[in-house]
């Protein structure tokens, strides 16, 4: 079997660490811990890299990559009035924190449903480096959690407010997705303020939205049972081919929020 294109990035991104003599492990979800030095360890994601990997495969895009990463350690002390400016959240798998590198961290979360948890974060996203944000973080900015909720609602949703409302014709019905810039934050885009204005005033309310991967987010009229059903089979697809899934649970977006309404079971055999 060949490689998928992001286990060929992540073997070039594991020789271009150890060529540097920097310890590195790998979680479970497929993110990274790399131990840059004592007081910067970022957590890594290579799902940005990969899909550029997909569209023209280069070495040295790699190569870049890790360099940029590496010289991003002074994100840890970034000061407030900087790091304010790119704070968001994003859905997380809760059993992948249950990882001790993440215990080790205790980063700010909101637990959401059975599988998912909110984190918080700011980053520099063109090199895929995440900084989660933890009470150490809360310390040094002299800021609460609170505050850093609010701010993370509203930078996300200014990015629901410059997505795209697309549809899928499906007989006389539609199934909603979203076009987005940060196609990684697609999926937790459900949780803001501004999705719930978009989606009354131009597709339905209230909602039922699948989110098997970061970037997919499939959204349903709430009162239209038959198409939620076909839609669950093409969520557990996607979730089914994606080398990182992020859920197989079925949101209903109200006015009374976001609540978990159902997981999808895994076929048998």
């Known amino acids: 079997m060949n490689p998928t294109a992001y286990e060929q990035v992540a073997a070039l991104f594991e020789q271009e660490l150890r060529a540097r003599g920097i310890f590195f492990s790998r979680n479970e979800d497929g993110t990274y811990l790399v131990e840059?030095?004592?007081?910067?360890?970022p957590t890594v994601h290579l799902g940005n890299l990969t899909r550029e990997w997909e569209k023209e495969p280069a070495a040295d895009m790699?190569?870049?990559f890790v360099r940029v990463v590496l010289e991003s350690g002074d994100l840890t002390d970034t000061a407030w009035d900087v790091a304010r400016e790119g704070i968001y959240f994003c859905l997380f798998p809760k059993e992948d924190l249950e990882d001790p590198s993440w215990q080790?961290?205790?980063?700010l979360r909101d637990d959401l449903s059975p599988g998912l948890a909110k984190l918080?974060?700011?980053d520099r996203r063109e090199a895929?480096?995440?900084v989660w944000i933890s009470g150490s973080n809360l310390a040094h900015w002299g800021v609460t959690a609170d505050e850093i909720r609010a701010l993370a609602m509203q930078h996300m949703?200014?990015?629901m407010r410059q997505a795209e409302v697309d549809f899928i014709d499906v007989d006389t019905r539609r199934i909603a997705i979203l076009g987005t810039e940060e196609t990684n934050?697609?999926?937790s885009l459900m949780l803001t303020e501004e999705f719930a204005r978009r989606m009354k005033a131009e597709f339905a309310w209230p909602v039922y939205t699948l989110v098997p991967a970061d970037d997919y987010m499939f959204i349903v009229p709430a009162d239209d049972k038959d198409l939620l059903n076909r839609a669950t089979g093409a969520a557990m697809r996607e979730y089914e081919r994606v080398d990182l899934p992020l859920s197989r649970e079925i949101f209903k977006i109200s006015d009374e929020g976001v609540r978990h309404f159902a997981t999808i079971e895994r076929k048998s055999g």
């Open 62 to 64: 790699v190569h870049h």
């Open 185 to 187: 934050l697609k999926a």
């Open 104 to 107: 080790a961290l205790g980063p």
């Open 128 to 130: 895929g480096t995440t």
């Open 120 to 122: 918080y974060a700011f």
């Open 157 to 159: 949703n200014e990015k």
């Open 36 to 41: 840059a030095s004592p007081s910067y360890q």
